[in-house]
């Protein structure tokens, strides 16, 4: 008679470690699903922003206005920025460029740009071929804009290169 009730609880106890292990399971599964949907990121959200320039001159200590950038040259740009043509000023533009000049590219610089705006800056690196325009990569921001990435096009058009000082800056920024 003993072994019948031993033999139950047996059974009771093994099928409750069963619903133990399999509620754990389900719990485990959930677990693992919750901590899957946080590892894949979101689509970053992108924004375009279009700035324009007023007032663009260039400077270099070894050259004068109008002569052409020889290999090796460095330069320092400025401008107002404008977030239309013709609008009022929302910023200023700097860049620091260093004239190229390989027989494999058609870079004719190498350009490191900052977007000085009233909400944060704008940092950026490319290069640019003379007289055509550039592409270039957003390395960050401030304020505003921080932890912002993307890409650019800049058409500059510099007084001391026979350009009427204006530019365009084609921005798509990425979070």
């Given at each position: 008679m003993e072994e019948p009730t031993s033999s139950a609880s047996s059974r009771r106890g093994l099928l409750g470690?069963?619903?133990?292990?399999?509620?754990?399971?389900?719990?485990?599964?959930?677990?693992?699903?919750?901590?899957?949907?946080?590892?894949?990121?979101?689509?970053?959200?992108?924004?375009?922003?279009?700035?324009?320039?007023?007032?663009?001159?260039?400077?270099?200590?070894?050259?004068?206005?109008?002569?052409?950038?020889?290999?090796?040259?460095?330069?320092?740009?400025?401008?107002?920025?404008?977030?239309?043509?013709?609008?009022?000023?929302?910023?200023?533009?700097t860049a620091a460029h260093l004239a190229l000049d390989s027989p494999f590219a058609h870079a004719g610089s190498l350009e490191i740009h900052t977007f000085h705006l009233d909400e944060g800056t704008i940092h950026g690196l490319g290069t640019a071929a003379r007289g055509a325009e550039g592409h270039f990569v957003v390395l960050g921001g401030t304020g505003r804009y921080a932890g912002v990435s993307g890409s650019y096009v800049a058409r500059l058009h510099p007084r001391e290169l026979g350009g009427n000082g204006t530019a365009e800056f084609h921005l798509t920024l990425a979070r």
């Open positions: 470690r069963g619903l133990v292990v399999a509620l754990g399971a389900v719990g485990l599964g959930a677990a693992r699903s919750e901590s899957a949907k946080a590892a894949i990121p979101a689509s970053p959200s992108t924004t375009t922003l279009r700035l324009y320039a007023r007032q663009l001159h260039l400077h270099s200590p070894s050259r004068v206005a109008g002569q052409v950038p020889e290999k090796g040259d460095r330069h320092t740009g400025y401008a107002q920025l404008l977030k239309r043509r013709g609008g009022q000023v929302a910023g200023h533009f």
